[in-house]
């Protein structure tokens, strides 16, 4: 007596896996298509990059409404490291070029101070003659 090998499946279960074959097979060619773009049409447009509008004024000096109104574009992994590098480039250059403004005004006020100290008659009137 020879012994037949026995169904691995019974009828009823190889109807469910014939249907559960075709199903994934469905769903991994949607998926292949939609990453592909599936034609002339793409699925998923391409997202543009956040780019920094640079509200900082061309036309006049940085103020403090300026600084508190910037708002940064967001990267992957933070701030764009390069819209940050030039944002903080030109107010570290503002900011120098207004403290060397500063001294410079100080200088010519101390200047003007020390000659008006050293003048002795700090209270005479233009064209009134002292000797009288």
Not at 86 to 94: I, K, S
Request: aromatic share 4%; proline share 8%; glycine share 10%.
């Amino acid at each position: 007596m020879a012994r037949s090998a026995p169904d691995v499946f019974l009828p009823g279960e190889k109807l469910v896996f014939l249907f559960l074959l075709i199903a994934m097979v469905v769903v991994v060619a949607a998926v292949t298509l939609a990453v592909i773009g599936g034609g002339e049409h793409a699925v998923l447009p391409e997202a543009a990059p956040e780019r920094l509008v640079d509200p900082l004024p061309v036309t006049r000096p940085v103020g403090c409404a300026d600084v508190e109104a910037l708002r940064l574009p967001l990267g992957l992994r933070g701030y764009r490291m390069a819209d940050v590098d030039d944002v903080l480039g030109r107010l570290g250059a503002e900011l120098a070029e207004r403290d060397a403004r500063i001294a410079e005004l100080e200088a010519a006020l101390a200047g003007a101070q020390a000659t008006a100290v050293s003048s002795p008659d700090l209270f005479k009137k233009p064209g009134e003659d002292s000797g009288r």
